[in-house]
């Protein structure tokens, strides 16, 4: 069974990690995937409750996003050059055909991904100059074109956005899909966000009474006015929310990038402007779009693509889990 860390180590606020030095993990091999998400302190317990038998075998790509937490945990170990090493670097033939594959490879390597768009392609440049203008063509892609086009209900459309404020930003972009996608019907309103039946949510902080996590995305099932509460639906399992708990949601029809690392979607659209110059990193937009199974569409400018490419400052993190590698210190 696949667990989170948290869920492995038996995690809870009030006793902390219940999985440790002593009370180990149980088993021959742990693997451990999406690596670059973790942060130096969750590795530390991790490691903690790790028996000196079990083989441990760490996946993940160095060249996404690092940990929300701090620490840059995947790349120091791999940079050490203490730990064995696989890096799948080729691309196999069905994959060359996928030019959300190639383009994603391009912007890695630092060059300008193939925008030249066409019919039978995966990956779609939308050329915008007007910023102001973009909310409702994004909104008028996953309404209409993307759906038509491909058959995909618009909720299983997501929109990422490098920020969560501003005209472009998740907050601005929620609002303009709900009133485009489930205008009315009964609702609750907490914290500047109106919920109602059908709306498309995310968790925003672990919940460990209700057994939902940050990051969790699901849909609202139910809205009772009367008793004031309503019900969302994950993955087939229903979760009831007091109203005074709305503050745990927010709309996700569009979600930053660093909330929508992790996951993945048949159909992404993201907006790419130098009014979030100050986000736009060559490991974002990747980020984004490798979070795409079926179709990438991003909207903007090629002077805001390219500022991005070439954009790699953030990226550095200064720790000593390296050094204290490679010189045994530990």
Same mark, same amino acid.
């Given at each position: 069974e696949a667990k989170t860390i948290h869920r492995?180590?038996?995690? *809870?606020?009030?006793?902390?990690y219940k999985r440790n030095d002593e009370n180990p993990l149980e088993g021959d091999a742990l693997i451990v995937d999406e690596c670059s998400m973790i942060d130096i302190m969750l590795f530390y317990n991790l490691m903690k409750a790790i028996p000196s038998k079990m083989r441990l075998i760490l996946v993940g790509d160095i060249d996404q996003l690092p940990s929300v937490g701090a620490g840059n945990v995947l790349r120091d170990i791999i940079d050490s050059q203490r730990?064995? %090493? %696989?890096?799948?670097?080729?691309?196999?033939?069905? &994959?060359?055909?996928?030019?959300?594959?190639?383009? &994603?490879? &391009?912007? *890695?390597a630092g060059r300008f991904p193939n925008i030249?768009?066409?019919?039978?392609?995966?990956?779609?440049?939308? *050329?915008?100059?007007? $910023?102001? $203008?973009?909310?409702?063509?994004?909104?008028? !892609?996953?309404?209409?074109? !993307?759906?038509?086009?491909?058959g995909y209900n618009p909720k299983e459309i997501q929109v990422l956005t490098p920020m969560q404020r501003g005209n472009v930003g998740a907050g601005n972009l929620n609002t303009q899909l709900q009133n485009a996608l489930n205008p009315s019907g009964e609702s609750l309103t907490r914290g500047g966000y109106t919920f109602r039946r059908g709306d498309k949510v995310m968790q925003i902080r672990n919940n460990y009474d209700k057994n939902v996590f940050n990051g969790d995305i699901g849909y609202v099932n139910a809205v009772d006015t009367t008793e004031r509460t309503l019900t969302v639906i994950y993955d087939g399992r229903l979760v009831e929310y007091d109203v005074s708990?709305?503050?745990? !949601?927010? !709309?996700?029809? &569009? %979600?930053t990038i660093h909330k929508s690392q992790g996951s993945e979607f048949p159909v992404v659209v993201m907006p790419v402007t130098m009014k979030h110059f100050v986000m736009l990193q060559r490991n974002l937009i990747y980020t984004g779009i490798t979070r795409a199974k079926k179709i990438c569409v991003l909207v903007g400018t090629t002077k805001a693509l390219a500022y991005a490419i070439h954009n790699q400052t953030v990226s550095r993190r200064n720790t000593k889990l390296k050094e204290r590698l490679n010189n045994n210190s530990i």
């Open positions: 492995l180590l038996e995690y *809870n606020p009030m006793d902390g730990i064995p %090493v %696989v890096r799948l670097t080729r691309i196999f033939r069905q &994959a060359q055909t996928s030019r959300i594959v190639m383009n &994603a490879h &391009a912007i *890695n030249s768009n066409g019919k039978d392609t995966d990956f779609f440049f939308i *050329n915008v100059d007007d $910023a102001e $203008a973009i909310p409702q063509l994004i909104v008028g !892609l996953v309404r209409d074109r !993307l759906s038509k086009a491909y708990e709305l503050d745990e !949601l927010t !709309l996700a029809y &569009a %979600v």
